[in-house]
């Protein structure tokens, strides 16, 4: 098969610093796109994968999943997009297209889903690479159309930061009147108090950082409850319908549990293992409050997220750095110290 090699960021091992790299990306096949890269997003799963927090990381390691950027070629049988289109890539590259997920448009369930990076180009026969990189290409379903009045880079992390917290306020039906309540205010917290807001919820910010009280309100948060303070926690007990919690490391989730309204649902969307301390079911039981996860979002329903960015003006808050500038990055967001996202800006690589 036909392959480009091209410039990339990225890592060999989980204790090295990432820098610059060579990779290979297929030529185009009938149905791909291939994109220049302009602009992608920081995410913490980014880090979690270069650093191999989870134990599932293949070397090297070239991440970024909130990819934008423009068509530069198009195969012979791709009918959605032409060369100059403003497109965008999110956490997704590929699926089997048939299973019962894949029909129902949740392709990230899909027992074959193919990650934006990390996972298996069968074409190629190796790991995929993501955005850090100069250009990438990807079959047309798993391309997004980026509504024309956003700014390009602040709808990066819109692309996972924005679905990942999207698809469960959908899926458990956020409205005006439902009371949602988010835990941590980094790329993933910010825009799912923007969303939660715009979509008409009561929104409260459950938060380490009283520092980031002003921001949270700015963003939309109706209240901010400092969740290291019994007092203020107690006054929040029964309350909430949807609980996002973002949080990236291992953590206790029960005091969140207790924050539940009947019927209410705490949704993991951050830490990705077993729980410690355990799970205590006593206040499931009694109140039939429910403890769930959610993973990203299927193509279907990031362009509807997209397309409601694009009725509402809605892009992230972002701080723009050069690809140089990655690992700085990358420590900065081990100390929460985000507001609220790092978008790359990828000319930096193309000198
Ligand atoms: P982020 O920007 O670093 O934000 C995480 C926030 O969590 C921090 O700003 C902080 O907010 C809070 N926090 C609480 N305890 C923390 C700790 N020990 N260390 C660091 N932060 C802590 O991260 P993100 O990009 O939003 O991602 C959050 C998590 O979601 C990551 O684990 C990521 O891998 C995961 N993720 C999951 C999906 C999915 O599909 N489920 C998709 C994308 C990302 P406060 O200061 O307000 O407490
Ligand atoms: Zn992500
Ligand atoms: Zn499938």
Known sequence: MNTKQIKAFGTEAADAALEQLAITRRAILPNDVEIDIEYCGVCHSDLHF??????????????????????TQVGDKVTAYKVGDVVAVGCLVDSCRSCNNCKADLEQYCPEWVGTYGGHDKHLDMQTFGGYSESIVVDEHFVLRVPDNL?????????????????????????????????????????????????GAEVTLLSRSPSKTKDAMDLGADHVVISTDE???????????????????????NPYVGTLATNGTLVLVGYLGPLDPMLNSMPMIMGRKNVAGSLIGGIAET????????????????????????NTAYERMLKSDVHYRFVIDMASLKP
Request: glycine share 12%; proline share 4%; with cysteine.
């Open 151 to 199: 700014d390009k880079a602040a709808i990066a992390p819109v692309l996972c930061a924005g679905i990942t917290t999207w698809s469960p306020l959908r899926h458990w039906n956020v409205g005006k009147g439902t009371k949602v309540a988010v835990v941590g205010l980094g790329g993933l917290g910010h825009m799912a108090i923007k969303l939660a807001d715009a979509l």
């Open 50 to 71: 270069a650093k191999n927090d989870w134990g599932f990381s293949v070397y090297p390691v070239v991440p970024g999943h909130e990819i934008v950027g423009t068509v």
């Open 231 to 253: 007092s203020q926690m107690a006054e929040v007990q029964g309350v909430f319908d949807l609980i996002i919690d973002t949080v990236p490391y291992i953590h206790d989730i």
């Open 303 to 326: 362009q509807e997220l997209l397309d409601f960015c694009g009725e509402h003006g809605i892009t992230s808050e972002i701080e723009m750095i050069r690809i140089q500038d990655i």
